[in-house]
């Protein structure tokens, strides 16, 4: 069946512009992850959902981002007025729920790119 | 955000060879881990997994053993190819957290 997807797989823009990066996760996972990862380094948790519950933000690293998650499928995570340090590859991951025991299965990410 | 890693440690091995990656937890709360690969390009895969109440478990060429005493995980591949070169990355959970808790990753060569 069709893995996590994501788009684009390339993202280059200009400091200050805003981004909009989509996700589409595994039908029926419930969990939904975002990650940063810069070059050469572990993966940065930014923000989780899970079902209808409020989302948990708590690793955004600052207030110029956020993300959405429509009809408990589709999440679009923005960047406004990006920076330099914002370039990175963002990984998106979807389990069929939480906790312990349950695989994240991951997209290819989205290579992101501030010039 | 929870930021992990610094720049990758490197194990470079040759082919036909066993690998073993070591990974250090964090926490002697956590009950669950995991280990992926993820190559060039591509988003991180699963591999394997095991609970805090096995010290060993087996999958096709790879074998995790976990050691709560030192919180310590390692991953063993058998007779390395050429497919096995990536990163590695151990992933720890505490039961009802969805959180992982990721290491810093440990990029593997193969030498021919």
């Known amino acids: 069946g069709a893995g996590v997807s994501q788009s684009p797989s390339n993202k280059v823009t200009e400091k200050g512009k805003d981004v909009e990066l989509r996700c589409d996760p595994i039908?029926?996972?419930?969990?939904l992850y975002w990650y940063r990862q810069s070059l050469g380094q572990g993966l940065e948790f930014l923000i989780y959902?899970?079902?209808?519950?409020?989302?948990?933000k708590s690793g955004l690293p600052s207030d110029r981002f956020s993300a959405e998650r429509t009809g408990g499928s589709v999440s679009t995570l923005t960047i406004q007025r990006t920076q330099q340090e914002d370039s990175a590859v963002y990984l998106c991951?979807?389990?069929?729920?939480?906790?312990?025991?349950?695989?994240?299965?991951f997209g290819p990410g989205t290579r992101l790119t501030v010039t | 955000g929870e930021s992990v890693g610094l720049h990758l440690p490197t194990l470079s091995v040759q082919e036909g060879d066993n690998s073993i990656i070591n990974c250090a937890y964090s926490?002697?709360?956590?009950?669950?881990f995991i280990w992926y690969k993820q190559e060039s390009g591509k988003g991180p895969q699963f591999i394997i997994d095991?609970?805090?109440n096995m010290d060993k478990r087996q999958g096709q060429r790879v074998t995790v053993l976990l050691n709560k005493t030192v919180k310590h995980l390692s991953l063993q591949i058998a007779a390395t190819q050429p497919g096995d070169s990536a990163v590695y990355f151990c992933a720890e959970n505490i039961g009802g957290n969805y959180q992982l808790i990721w290491g810093a990753g440990t990029k593997l060569i193969i030498k021919p």
């Open positions: 926490n002697s709360a956590s009950d669950y």
């Open positions: 991951a979807s389990s069929l729920t939480s906790g312990s025991g349950y695989e994240q299965y």
């Open positions: 095991i609970r805090s």
């Open positions: 959902f899970q079902g209808n519950s409020a989302p948990d």
């Open positions: 039908s029926g996972h419930t969990a």
